[in-house]
């Protein structure tokens, strides 16, 4: 399973991103699908899940202002992040799972700039 993310980028604190992340190459079901991210100095940590039956799971600290979606006929995941703070700044990854395994993109950076 190959999986593309993209949108991270520079931000102001306060403003928004939306991070996608497409897979390919699954001859699975992909689920569940989901978002990590990787701070500098920190362990690599879960920001928000998604099934296939469009069940949710968010860290504490993105409750409220991360939303994570899928459009399962593109096989692409959103994740929609609102009201960004300067400690949301991290490397981004997709991760999917399928019943041979879990798969990881090569992440995308999102700095947010206080």
């Known amino acids: 399973v190959q999986l593309q993310a993209s949108g991270g980028g520079l931000v102001q604190t306060g403003g928004s991103l939306r991070l996608s992340c497409a897979a390919s190459?699954?001859?699975?079901?992909?689920?569940?699908m989901g978002w990590y991210r990787q701070a500098p100095g920190k362990q690599r940590e879960l920001v928000a899940s998604?099934?296939?039956?469009?069940?949710?799971n968010y860290a504490d600290s993105v409750k409220g202002r991360f939303t994570i979606s899928r459009d399962v006929t593109k096989n692409t995941m959103y994740l929609q992040m609102t009201s960004l703070k300067p400690e949301d700044t991290a490397v981004y990854y997709c991760?999917?799972?399928?019943?041979?395994?879990?798969?990881w993109g090569q992440g995308t950076l999102v700095t947010v700039s206080s």
């Open positions: 991760y999917a799972e399928t019943r041979r395994g879990a798969y």
């Open positions: 998604i099934t296939i039956g469009d069940s949710t």
């Open positions: 190459g699954s001859r699975f079901r992909i689920n569940p």
